[in-house]
T-cell receptor
Framework: SQTIHQWPATLVQPVGSPLSLECTVEGTSNPNLYWYRQAAGRGLQLLFYSVGIGQISSEVPQNLSASRPQDRQFILSSKKLLLSDSGFYLC????????????FGQGTRLTVV | AQSVSQHNHHVILSEAASLELGCNYSYGGTVNLFWYVQYPGQHLQLLLKYFSGDPLVKGIKGFEAEFIKSKFSFNLRKPSVQWSDTAEYFCAVNAGSGGYNKLIFGAGTRLAVHP
């Protein structure tokens, strides 16, 4: 069966520090991968999505970037965090060839101080 | 660009009341539509989905949704809510084609059901 792992669950980082959140999927190949930010009253904002290794699409201009170095690995990064980067980040995947439901990681609560 | 609008941000109901949550999307092509639910402290999980065929789809826990193409809508309904339905509900549209998926969510509706 497929599983998705996202870590860390919580993170407190100072302003100006770098960020790296990792997401891996097991039990499938060539998934679509997504990074979302969930904020109260704003739902899930799509940040990045990827349909394959090295293929990243950015949905909103921001201080973050994403990379997909391996088929089932998706990384969310920043070189210098801002206070406004605080939030709840969710990784998700769905199958690329057919339109199926998405499965979500447990999320990362990022607090920038 | 694709977008999803959920009309109600907060809904408060008493048990046994009927529920309808609105969802409209903006996209001119073929879409696949979803409702997800997030119970307090839990992951998002799929409630129901529409790909093709009968526009009235039934999901888990007595929920159903109707796809009205002419109105670009996919409203969620339940005839009689329970306290355990207290959760946040998200409408989503997958506006991909050729197996290319881009999953867009609405802002969510927070439902509180009082006993």
């Amino acid at each position: 069966s497929q599983t998705i792992h996202q870590w860390p669950a919580t993170l407190v980082q100072p302003v100006g520090s770098p960020l790296s959140l990792e997401c891996t999927v097991e039990g499938t190949s060539n998934p679509n991968l997504y990074w979302y930010r969930q904020a109260a009253g704003r739902g899930l904002q799509l940040l990045f999505y990827s349909v394959g290794i090295g293929q990243i699409s950015s949905e909103v201009p921001q201080n973050l970037s994403a990379s997909r170095p391996q088929d089932r690995q998706f990384i969310l990064s920043s070189k210098k965090l801002l206070l406004s980067d605080s939030g709840f980040y969710l990784c998700a995947w769905n199958q690329g060839q057919i339109n199926t439901e998405a499965f979500f990681g447990q999320g990362t609560r990022l607090t920038v101080v | 660009a694709q977008s999803v609008s959920q009309h109600n941000h907060h809904v408060i109901l008493s048990e046994a009341a009927s529920l309808e949550l609105g969802c409209n999307y903006s996209y001119g092509g073929t879409v696949n539509l979803f409702w997800y639910v997030q119970y307090p402290g839990q992951h998002l999980q799929l409630l129901l989905k529409y790909f093709s065929g009968d526009p009235l789809v039934k999901g888990i826990k007595g929920f159903e949704a109707e796809f009205i193409k002419s109105k670009f809508s996919f409203n969620l309904r339940k005839p009689s809510v329970q306290w355990s339905d207290t959760a946040e509900y998200f409408c989503a549209v997958n506006a991909g084609s050729g197996g290319y998926n881009k999953l867009i969510f609405g802002a969510g509706t927070r439902l509180a059901v009082h006993p």
